[in-house]
């Protein structure tokens, strides 16, 4: 497996999770990583990313809420995620974004739900 995510679960409007994404040192150390959600009925979405320098982007329904980081020695990405919204219910996944040599194949996500 290249790319597992874990640390998805069922939290309460406002709350917090952080989830974890291990995979090989390969990958982590030559890509930019990114955090990528699928709510049900809706396409595949970037939340966030982060490059091998910790150069960090966010979508704006995400911005101040979520913080994306990596740890070299892990080989791990982590998004922590607070201030949990119902529409932040979805299955995530990371991956690595490039927009020319496109993702890997795709793990299984872990999913979070939240509730009111």
């Known amino acids: 497996v290249q790319l597992q995510a874990s640390g998805g679960g069922l939290v309460q409007a406002g709350g917090s999770l952080r989830l974890s994404c291990t995979t090989s040192?390969?990958?982590?150390?030559?890509?930019?990583m990114g955090w990528y959600r699928q709510a049900p009925g809706k396409q595949r979405e970037l939340v966030a990313s982060i490059t091998t320098d910790d150069i960090t982007n966010y979508a704006d329904s995400v911005k101040g809420r979520f913080t994306i980081s990596r740890v070299g020695a892990q080989n791990t990405v982590y998004l922590q995620m607070n201030s949990l919204k119902l529409e932040d219910t979805a299955v995530y996944y990371c991956?690595?974004?490039?927009?020319?040599?496109?993702?890997?194949?795709w793990g299984q996500g872990t999913l979070v739900t939240v509730s009111s």
């Open positions: 991956n690595r974004y490039s927009s020319h040599y496109g993702p890997l194949t």
């Open positions: 040192g390969t990958i982590f150390r030559t890509n930019t």
